[in-house]
């Protein structure tokens, strides 16, 4: 169960001392616990643990295609390997490591790649992924799950720890909106229905949550009933909640920090398409390349803010 905040303020906690912390903690009972990083430590929060447990802590430097081969080979004797890269270089740059190597031979590994879409910011757009779930999606049986806040974050990443498969986990790296109350759970493959609605679906994830409940907000105040789910999982997508949605609210708005090619709008509009077709209006990244930005010059780059999700839902219930 969980339960949302009633105010979105930026969280205390980085996400990626919730992701160590969690680690950290786990690794003190559980000596399968491994972190596999491909030198950014520092980037990635986890000194901490390669400080507490540098026999489990492998930096594999500027390799990450043979860091997914050394946590698939941890995974063969038992071990439960968490490899971090920026999201650039743990998806396009590793698919075939993740194809072959790990989902291919039915192993256990998880795979974390931070800085998603423009949270990359200043990196640039060679850092800048925009496409890193829709090259991974097409992949059979691998779970894509893109954490909210940091205490989604540190539920997942514990819970994770005794499920069997290939994941991976887009992680924004710093700040991030705190969306939902210490001690909520999440169901993985699951969505949250933040706040029910009867006029339309918007269907967010990732930092575009938050920007889907200040615009809920907006709608509402303007007479609009707005449904706000948190699609943190992409693959396996909530199919039966998006039938429910389409048949309750009849529209949908998906809100995604990815390009919409291949990413969560898709994942909404073929699970809607087998069941109760919609209109379904994407807010994202229309097929562009990263530059370089604060995140706030690029949310307004890339038409991913609040008032982009309110036009959106105006053009989608129009359609109904």
Same mark, same amino acid.
């Given at each position: 169960?969980?339960?949302? @905040?009633?105010?979105?303020?930026?969280?205390?906690?980085?996400?990626?001392?919730?992701?160590?912390?969690?680690?950290?903690?786990?690794?003190?009972?559980?000596?399968?616990?491994?972190?596999?990083?491909?030198?950014?430590?520092?980037?990635?929060?986890?000194?901490?643990?390669?400080?507490?447990?540098?026999?489990?802590?492998?930096?594999?430097?500027?390799?990450?295609?043979?860091? &997914?081969?050394?946590?698939?080979?941890?995974?063969?004797?038992?071990?439960?390997?968490?490899? %971090?890269?920026?999201?650039?270089?743990?998806?396009?740059?590793?698919?075939?490591?993740?194809?072959?190597?790990? #989902?291919?031979?039915?192993?256990?590994?998880?795979?974390?790649?931070?800085?998603?879409?423009?949270?990359?910011?200043?990196?640039?757009?060679? %850092? =800048?992924?925009?496409?890193?779930?829709?090259?991974?999606?097409?992949?059979?049986?691998?779970?894509?799950?893109?954490?909210?806040?940091?205490?989604?974050?540190?539920?997942?990443?514990?819970?994770?720890?005794?499920?069997?498969?290939?994941?991976?986990?887009?992680?924004?790296?710093?700040?991030?909106?705190?969306?939902?109350?210490?001690?909520?759970?999440?169901?993985?493959?699951?969505?949250?229905?933040?706040?029910?609605?009867?006029?339309?679906? &918007?269907?967010?994830?990732?930092?575009?949550?938050?920007?889907?409940?200040?615009?809920?907000?907006?709608?509402?105040?303007?007479?609009?009933?707005?449904?706000?789910?948190? =699609?943190?999982?992409?693959?396996?997508?909530?199919?039966?909640?998006?039938?429910?949605?389409?048949?309750?609210?009849?529209?949908?708005?998906?809100?995604?920090? %990815?390009? &919409?090619?291949?990413?969560?709008?898709?994942?909404?509009?073929? #699970?809607?398409?087998?069941?109760?077709?919609?209109?379904?209006?994407?807010?994202?990244?229309?097929?562009?390349?990263?530059?370089?930005?604060?995140?706030?010059?690029? @949310?307004?780059?890339?038409?991913?803010?609040?008032?982009? &999700?309110?036009? #959106?839902?105006?053009?989608?219930?129009?359609?109904?």
């Amino acid at each position: 169960m969980f339960t949302v @905040r009633d105010s979105f303020e930026t969280s205390p906690v980085l996400m990626r001392d919730a992701m160590c912390k969690a680690l950290t903690d786990m690794a003190a009972d559980d000596d399968r616990i491994v972190a596999l990083d491909a030198d950014l430590i520092g980037s990635s929060g986890l000194k901490p643990f390669f400080k507490l447990y540098p026999e489990r802590a492998i930096q594999c430097g500027i390799a990450e295609a043979n860091m &997914i081969g050394i946590a698939a080979g941890l995974s063969l004797v038992g071990k439960v390997p968490y490899a %971090h890269s920026f999201g650039c270089f743990s998806s396009r740059r590793v698919c075939d490591q993740i194809m072959i190597s790990a #989902a291919y031979a039915k192993l256990n590994v998880r795979i974390i790649g931070s800085d998603p879409g423009i949270t990359a910011a200043k990196n640039g757009g060679t %850092h =800048m992924p925009f496409e890193d779930m829709g090259v991974l999606r097409s992949i059979p049986q691998i779970t894509l799950i893109e954490p909210t806040d940091p205490v989604m974050t540190d539920y997942i990443v514990r819970k994770l720890a005794n499920e069997y498969g290939v994941y991976y986990i887009r992680l924004v790296r710093k700040e991030t909106a705190a969306i939902y109350e210490e001690g909520s759970t999440f169901e993985i493959g699951k969505g949250n229905v933040l706040q029910d609605g009867r006029d339309v679906t &918007i269907f967010a994830s990732g930092i575009m949550v938050a920007e889907a409940m200040k615009a809920a907000t907006v709608l509402k105040n303007g007479g609009v009933s707005v449904r706000v789910v948190d =699609m943190f999982t992409w693959k396996p997508i909530d199919a039966e909640l998006v039938k429910k949605c389409a048949a309750d609210t009849g529209c949908f708005v998906t809100a995604e920090n %990815h390009n &919409i090619y291949g990413g969560l709008g898709s994942a909404i509009a073929e #699970a809607a398409s087998k069941s109760r077709p919609v209109p379904i209006e994407m807010v994202g990244v229309d097929d562009r390349f990263g530059q370089v930005g604060s995140v706030d010059y690029l @949310r307004e780059q890339y038409n991913l803010g609040a008032m982009d &999700i309110i036009e #959106a839902a105006k053009r989608a219930i129009a359609r109904k």
